[in-house]
């Protein structure tokens, strides 16, 4: 079954797409992204990427070049085409082809990417067993809610926690915990869970959204506040969340085990509840 890939009105296979080495995308890191992931063939919260999606274009104005049921459509047909049940959907956006002066090209005109490409079955090792992570400063820029292109600072520290052994790095600024490289990150103190509110400084995890509302649904407190970076090592459980990490349980944090069970009962119960959330959502797990 092929990768597809789709530029600009256009479906072809991964290999065969190209794009210009003059798209800004591709000079200055100038657009912004979304990964979708779908279940039995169904995109898991299309609508809430999607919106995200615009909200990160607007932020840093970019025009949208396509309306939500355009961009449904060609989502669906990608998926249909690539085939895969378990598919990830990579979408970018960028500010398009101009020759290479910083200031924006007028008019623009958006470059539109999408891929499509398997996902490997849930790993049920590491959800059983958790994974290790470390903390690392977070040197990224101060509009982290906007979901752009320019990863160098997170594929730094990615590269930096595997290094050390270990699966994520959660980011650390000012002495506040921020979020992962590519996840957002919860702990669990005498059951409540706890996270680093929505700000500028970390993505609005579509993920997390549904995960806290899923929680309280659940009957567990969820406090949304600063967490210093210490409190990271007083935690009963830590888990990461996210499009490709789902609930994800921390077992050692900088080397030293969490808490004394993996998972841990919150994180499992979270988890359990978010995957019945799937299920019911797509009918698929
Ligand atoms: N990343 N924080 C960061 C920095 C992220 O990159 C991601 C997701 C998340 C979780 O967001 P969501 O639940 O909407 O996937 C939080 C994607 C998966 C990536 O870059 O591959």
Redesign the pocket.
Known sequence: MPNIAYVNGRFSSLEEATISIEDRGFQFGDGV???VRTYGGIPFRLY??LL?LESSARAVSIPVPLSRTEWEALIREGVQRSDYAACMV?IQLTRGVAPRAHLFPSPAKPTVVMTFREIPGPDGALQRQGVPAVTLSDLRWGR?SI?SLN?LA?VLAKQAAADAGAMEAILVKDGLVT??????VCLVRDGNIITPPLSDQ???????AVVLELARKNGIVVDERDVPEEELTRADELFL????VEVLPVSALNGVPVGDRVPGTVTQAVSDAFHRCILSETGQR
Request: glycine letters at 10%.
């Open positions: 992204y979304e990964v809430d990427h995200r990579y982290c979901k990863l997170n979020e992962g490289c590519s996840s957002n970390l993505l609005a995890g579509v993920t997390r969340i996210g499009t490709t």
